[in-house]
C-alpha cells in the first residue's frame, strides 16, 4: 500500500518509490538501475531514445519490450544505427516486437547521425550530457512527492532540450529529457524515505564524471 509520502513498503521491509506499482520487473528496474550515474554512451544513447518512443506510452511497456528494441536497434550501438537505410526503417516498422511507429524509429536513425557528431566533437555523449548535471544548490532541499509531481521539468532539462534540438536531435522535448536526466543519474529523483535515495547519493557521490 502507498502511504502519504509517496513510499511502498514491500514485503522485505523496503521503503520505495511509488511507481513501481509492485511489479517485480519494474521494482528490479527502480532498485537496480534508476537513478544510478551512467557514463557508458551506448546505454545513455539507448535510454534517451527510448524516453522517445515512450512519448504517449508509458515506460513499463518501452521497459518490457527493452530487449527487442536492442535486438532492431544493434544494441543501440550510434555508429551501426548511423548507417541505417530506407530497408531498415522497412525492417523496423514491421517488427512486431518493437513500437512500430515510423516517425520514432527514423528519429532514432537521425538522432545516431547526431550522436556520432557529437562524440565526434566532445569525445563522448558522457561528456556532453554530464556538463548538463544541475549544481547542487539548484536541487530541492527533500525530493517529497509533491515536489516530484510539481516538476516533470526543469530549467536545466529544457536547457538540455532546447541545445539538443539545435544540434538536430528529434523527440527529445523537456520532460522526455527531464526523465533521462532521472534515470542515468544526472538527478537523484528518488523519494525521501526510500532505500534507494541515499545508496543513489553515495554512488553518485564517488562518480567520476567524464
Known amino acids: 500500500m502507498m502511504e502519504n ?43 534517451i531514445c527510448l524516453e522517445g518512443f515512450q512519448s504517449g506510452l508509458s515506460w513499463l511497456t518501452i521497459l518490457r519490450k527493452r530487449e527487442n528494441f536492442r535486438a532492431a ?21 514491421a517488427d ?9 524509429i527514423v528519429s532514432t536513425i537521425n538522432n545516431a ?9 566532445f569525445g563522448s555523449l558522457a561528456y556532453y550530457f554530464w556538463r548538463f548535471e544541475p549544481p547542487a544548490g539548484d536541487r530541492p532541499e527533500v525530493m517529497d512527492l509533491a515536489t516530484l509531481l510539481a516538476n516533470p ?3 536545466t532539462s529544457v536547457r538540455l532540450s532546447k541545445d539538443l ?11 522526455t529529457v527531464y526523465a533521462f536526466m532521472q534515470a542515468m543519474g544526472l538527478v537523484n529523483d ?3 524515505g526510500c532505500f534507494c535515495q541515499p545508496e543513489v547519493d553515495r ?3 564517488e562518480f567520476k564524471r567524464p
Do not use: S
Open 153 to 155: 521539468t526543469t530549467p
Open 190 to 192: 528518488h523519494l525521501a
Open 96 to 104: 512486431p516486437g518493437i513500437i512500430r511507429h515510423r516517425g520514432k
Open 5 to 47: 509520502d509517496g513510499i511502498i513498503t514491500g514485503e522485505d521491509g523496503q521503503g520505495r518509490c511509488f511507481w513501481h506499482g509492485g511489479l517485480d520487473d519494474y521494482r528490479r528496474y527502480h532498485d537496480e538501475e534508476w537513478g544510478r550515474p551512467v557514463k557508458d554512451d551506448f546505454r545513455l544513447f539507448e535510454k
Open 113 to 121: 547521425r547526431r550522436a556520432v557528431e557529437m562524440r565526434d566533437e
Open 165 to 175: 534540438k539545435k544540434r538536430g536531435w528529434t523527440f527529445v522535448g523537456p520532460t
Open 203 to 205: 554512488l553518485r557521490a
Open 73 to 93: 536497434f544493434a544494441g543501440f550501438d550510434f555508429d551501426k544505427i548511423a548507417r541505417f537505410n530506407e530497408d531498415d526503417v522497412g525492417r523496423l516498422v
